[in-house]
């Protein structure tokens, strides 16, 4: 079946420091959705990326959907500790039924 | 306020013992499912439900039961838990197919197989 590997699985920055996770999948994706979870919360919905090469942004947060459609990565420029969190991939095919990624936990130093 | 509740959020039971866990949303979403969350190994669906009285597996079904009786509600059930499925469980539900609308998320259900 279908599987999304993230990393990496853990990242420690000092805030304003940048930080990347990214995902790949062994299939080309329909679509991929960017969620976060913040320690002891539920996932919360980010973005969905549609498109051949997208690239989004929110704030300091930046999506992009890779031209084959089989990767795509978040970038978070200038950490705060509010971006303290797991943050996940969940990639589709053509059933649209997601496929999660492990997740990538991002520890923000002050 | 729209919103997917679960209960209960947490549960301690033994082997063996029948569960249920509830799931209720208020947003006549058509689509819902069931996550379970372990450490390192991040959201592993177990069922889907695309609408009433249709249900699926998802990539970890074994030892689980679903229904979909009605739209709002999709109870997850054990019908003879055993310790490898202490978890994190979280219910979600969206308009349509999970992977193409936003998932909302309940606020999760810690179990606890002794």
């Known amino acids: 079946g279908q599987q999304v590997m993230q990393i990496p699985q853990y990242q420690h920055v000092q805030e304003g420091e940048d930080f990347t996770t990214y995902c790949n999948s062994s299939?080309?994706?329909?679509?991929i959705q960017w969620y976060k979870q913040r320690p002891g919360g539920h996932p919360v919905f980010l973005i969905q990326?549609?498109?051949?090469?997208e690239v989004k942004k929110q704030k300091r947060l930046t999506f992009q959907f890779g031209e084959a459609k089989k990767n795509s990565s978040l970038h978070i420029t200038a950490t705060q500790t509010t971006d303290v969190g797991t943050y996940f991939c969940a990639g589709s095919g053509g059933s649209y039924i997601p496929t999660f990624g492990r997740g990538t936990s991002l520890i923000v130093h002050p | 306020e729209a919103q997917v509740t679960q209960n209960p959020r947490y549960l301690i039971t033994v082997t063996g013992k029948k569960l249920t866990v509830t799931c209720s949303q208020n947003?006549?979403?058509?689509?819902m499912s069931w996550y379970r969350q372990d450490p390192g190994l991040g959201l592993r669906q177990i069922y889907y439900s695309m609408n009433v009285e249709a249900t699926d597996k998802g990539d970890v079904p074994e030892g689980y039961k679903v229904s979909r009786k009605e739209k709002r509600n999709f109870p997850l059930i054990l019908e003879s838990p055993s310790p490898n499925q202490t978890s994190l469980y979280f219910c979600?539900?969206?308009w349509g197919a999970g992977g193409l609308y936003e998932q909302y998320f309940g606020p999760g259900t810690r179990l606890t197989v002794t």
């Open positions: 990326l549609v498109k051949s090469g």
């Open positions: 299939t080309t994706l329909s679509n």
């Open positions: 979600a539900s969206s």
């Open positions: 947003m006549n979403h058509e689509y």
